[in-house]
């Protein structure tokens, strides 16, 4: 086998020494003239340097960096926010280490120069296309100059060029980078330590911060301190395709002035660093994507998942992608299908966390800690409790793959593929000199179904209608069961992310998909999605049909629906409307409103109820839309006002609150949740599935919670799901078109 790998970056050098590992032949071009890389500072995190150690690097890569031993959140005023042990000092086998990505690079590039060979990296290439043919992937390539410089082909390719990526532009033409409207300013410096010694730093809040952490020992006692700094744009800074280039450096420093603290100078820092040692580029990632893998071509690292710098994340996560792809070659004598496993068992995961690093991870706290007193504090417990900042700690580490218990249990992806692979075969070669019955056992279905935990994915973030619904009726199934029904939150792309996943998982009932109306409107709005909704997801059963809501801040002038289309008309072109997404069914309900109520609305889409609610409780947004469960407590306990329901009659769990269209004549939305399994799933076990969720439903723990959530229980069989997913698909279809509604 022969693999092509498109960058020479971190994804791509250490992908190739995992290929290299399991005995596969590869070769990584890049664009650039030489590999030359910038000496600013990256985290590696335990989960990658377990990887990297069992590659031979470990030794190396402690020696050329600093072992972080503690992670320090403080607020502008320098007042502790939260500490943390880090690495070895935290429990972990492996260290958490702090390094010059120009060290990092190097010892990558030179262990491919010794185990791979010279010319396993070549330089100067920039790929221009590509394309599949039959067993084989043909790359073309241009010089510097532009002028074609040959081809290359291989059995896969593998996208590893980062945020800029021309092989995932290959497959989503026209996507654009995600701008947060900040700048970010990075800068090196040699100082002497601070704190530990060893202490990653991270000061203020989102709309300014800084994260500083030492990357080096120098001569003297001295380290050299990697910096970052956030603010917001200002006039005149460089357009997005601008990276890394020499930043006005006294514009950073000015704005850090007065962040002078007894354990650290972060303005004498920052001014002490070199002109030239510092850059600056636009605060920028990509939406998460449905789909990483098209045949024998996939993507890694940024190119698949570009994030924001938060959390030490982006590194480590390229690190551990190469792993579970070697992983997945090994356990997958077909390429295609090696690709599909390695993208089903990380995209999801992955996506998480460029929603997560968007709200700030881990670094969310900070943010609590200065919009709940910005005036600083006397304790932190006054502002933040110890059980909200573990609980922010240890779900971030969990959502990132590198919590304790996980890291120090599992084997190197490659290791356990390996010893897997030696089973297998040992397997195999007894099956074949058998002189027995030469069958193998048929996968056992109803009879002993579930035999292990269940995944329900929720294809949204948490916190919303869907997560509402899902946890108590996984609850009362994991009672009926005796197995754990697992709730996994797989958001992005308007669902299609989750629904992807559920969609290609192995169809034996041990993965499950809340449904709903979003996978009727998703067809006409993401056509290229990489799955068939009507013919990749078997139906179950219906949950409950229910109403969106329409609300405002409890400071509108807006008492009803009537003040509020007086409000829109008095105020044309400032008046803008929140849902939990694009192509959603409260945005379709805002749509359909304004239509027929003759207004203007400006849409302002988010990812998920949670931080939309967040901008409609201070009025940042005039009015949203939602579905129902998801937003029943603030409604019932008056900290929003509920303007009118959309469904044709009022519901027995809100009353007071009257539909719209009693003053919008004809106006009505409802929406559905459902239960999903990948087809060719054992009809015997759908039948399973069907009857305890239909049991359940009827169970007075789960009765109830829906009731009270406005989403009274209404189980129907798989072909009446399916006959209303087709309805609801022919209804939206013309309204997404006539409306021009495209996603991000």
């Known amino acids: 086998m022969q693999v092509i790998i498109i960058g020479g970056g971190i994804a791509g050098l250490s992908q190739a020494l995992s290929l290299h590992q399991i005995g596969v032949s590869c070769r990584v071009y890049d664009a650039v003239p030489a590999l030359s890389p910038l000496g600013y500072g990256i985290n590696l995190q335990p989960n990658a340097i377990r990887e990297l150690s069992a590659l031979g690097l470990g030794e190396k890569l402690a020696a050329a960096g600093i072992l972080t031993k503690e992670l320090a959140f403080y607020n502008k005023h320098g007042q502790l926010i939260w500490t943390e042990p880090r690495g070895r000092a935290a429990g972990y086998r492996w260290p958490q280490i702090s390094i010059s990505r120009g060290e990092l690079h190097k010892i990558l590039l030179t262990a491919i120069h010794e185990r791979l060979g010279r010319d396993a990296v070549v330089t100067g290439h920039r790929l221009t296309g590509f394309e599949q043919r039959g067993d084989a992937v043909i790359a073309r390539f241009n010089d510097p100059s532009g002028r074609p410089v040959g081809a290359a082909a291989g059995d896969i390719l593998i996208g590893a060029d980062g945020i800029h990526s021309a092989v995932r532009q290959h497959f989503y033409q026209g996507e654009k980078a995600v701008f947060d409207g900040y700048l970010h300013y990075r800068g090196i410096v040699e100082a002497a330590p601070y704190l530990t010694g060893a202490s990653m730093a991270v000061v203020g809040h989102r709309s300014h911060r800084a994260i500083i952490y030492p990357v080096m020992q120098r001569p003297g006692g001295k380290v050299m301190i990697n910096w970052l700094a956030y603010t917001r744009i200002p006039p005149g800074a460089p357009p997005l395709e601008a990276w890394d280039t020499v930043a006005d450096k006294q514009a950073c420093v000015e704005q850090y002035k007065g962040w002078t603290y007894p354990w650290l100078d972060v303005h004498g820092l920052f001014a002490a660093t070199t002109d030239a040692d510092v850059l600056q580029l636009p605060n920028v990632d990509r939406d998460p994507i449905p789909r990483w893998s098209f045949g024998r071509v996939t993507l890694i690292g940024d190119a698949a998942h570009p994030m924001q710098p938060v959390g030490a994340q982006a590194g480590s996560q390229a690190v551990v992608d190469g792993r579970v792809l070697a992983a997945s070659l ?388 798989p072909a009446e799901l399916a006959a209303l997913l087709r309805a609801d698909a022919e209804k939206w279809a013309p309204i997404v078109k006539d409306a021009g509604i495209k996603p991000e």
């Open 330 to 717: 090994m356990a997958n004598r077909d390429p295609a299908e090696a690709l599909m496993r390695y993208q089903n068992e990380r995209i999801a995961a992955m996506n998480d966390m460029i929603i997560r690093n968007r709200n700030l991870g881990l670094e969310s706290i900070l943010q609590a800690a200065e919009e709940r007193a910005p005036d600083g504090f006397t304790h932190i417990h006054d502002v933040l409790s110890q059980e909200e900042l573990e609980h922010t700690a240890i779900s971030f580490k969990k959502a990132a793959g590198f919590d304790v218990e996980t890291v120090n249990s599992r084997e190197s992806f490659v290791d356990a593929a390996m010893r897997t692979n030696i089973h297998r075969r040992m397997f195999l070669k007894l099956v074949a000199s058998a002189s027995v019955s030469p069958w193998l056992p048929r996968a056992a279905h109803a009879q002993s179904f579930p035999n292990r935990f269940v995944r329900l994915i929720v294809p949204f973030p948490p916190g919303g209608g869907g997560d509402a619904l899902a946890r108590p009726l996984a609850q009362r199934l994991s009672e009926v069961w005796g197995q754990q029904i697992i709730v996994e939150n797989r958001g992005g792309a308007g669902g299609n992310v989750g629904a992807y996943q559920a969609a290609n998982a192995p169809p034996d009932g041990y993965t499950l998909l809340l449904g709903a109306a979003y996978l009727s409107i998703n067809p006409a709005l993401y056509p290229a999605s990489g799955y068939n909704v009507f013919t990749d997801l078997a139906p179950i059963s219906l949950l409950t049909v229910i109403p969106n809501i329409m609300m405002v801040s409890n400071s509108s002038p807006a008492h009803s629906v009537r003040e509020f289309i007086d409000y829109a008309r008095a105020n044309q072109g400032s008046v803008t409307f929140a849902s939990t997404g694009i192509g959603a069914s409260p945005h379709l309900s805002g749509e359909l409103f304004k239509r027929m109520a003759g207004i203007e609305m400006t849409h302002v889409p988010y990812r998920g109820a949670g931080p939309a609610m967040n901008d409609l409780l201070p009025g940042r947004v005039s009015v949203m839309f939602s579905n129902l469960p998801g937003v029943m407590p603030q409604v019932q306990s008056k900290t929003v006002r509920g303007l009118g329901i959309t469904s044709a009659k009022r519901i027995a769990a809100a009353p007071d609150i009257p539909t719209i269209g009693e003053t919008v004549p004809g106006y009505e939305v409802a929406t559905w949740w459902g239960m999903f399994a990948p087809v060719r799933t054992p009809a015997d076990v759908i039948e399973k599935i069907r009857a305890d969720t239909v049991a359940a439903l009827g169970h007075e723990s789960v009765k109830s919670r829906y009731e009270a959530l406005g989403a009274p229980p209404s189980p129907s069989t």
